[in-house]
């Protein structure tokens, strides 16, 4: 999780978790952007069959944000929770986003990512620390940070592509 994304180059191993509440911001904006310009049939297309659709993108980050506040909740409240792995592929298509309706996945996954900016205010150097056992890799709540905007980037770059076919 540390390293340069080799698909999306995202790198910020540096980067605090004030920072990334931050930029979490800003990268929620841009990808509401990128959605409200795509065509209706677009949004909800797969360009492969293994390639979700950029709606599925956004239900699947809705999800995501939420889960990575829960983590960070649950270090904060515990001694290294231990979490089970989860299966994102099967949640989205649970979930039946392609049928979605955009402003309101838009307004979910940006409400969520206002609460999981809130929890990461909270935040000081004694809790970014804490740990968290994921399916046996013990990370930090530092990292679990990283990864929630890991995944805006990296998803944002995978709606863009979606809607330029």
Known sequence: MEQVCSECDFDASAVGVGQVAADLGLVTGRIAEHLRALPADVVRH??????????????????????????????????????????????????????????????????????????????DEDLARRAIDLDGRVVDVALVARSALHECHHHDGDIVRAGQG
Do not use: C, K
Request: charged letters at 25%.
């Open 46 to 123: 797969r360009p492969a069959p293994s390639i979700w659709s950029p709606i599925e993108y956004l239900g699947h980050l809705r999800e995501s944000m939420a889960f990575h506040r829960w983590l960070i909740e649950r270090a904060t409240a515990e001694q290294t929770p231990v979490i089970p792995a989860v299966d994102p592929d099967a949640s989205v298509a649970a979930a039946g986003y392609r049928h979605g309706d955009l402003d309101d996945l838009l307004g979910q996954f940006e409400r969520r990512v206002a609460r999981l900016r809130e929890t990461m205010a909270q935040l």
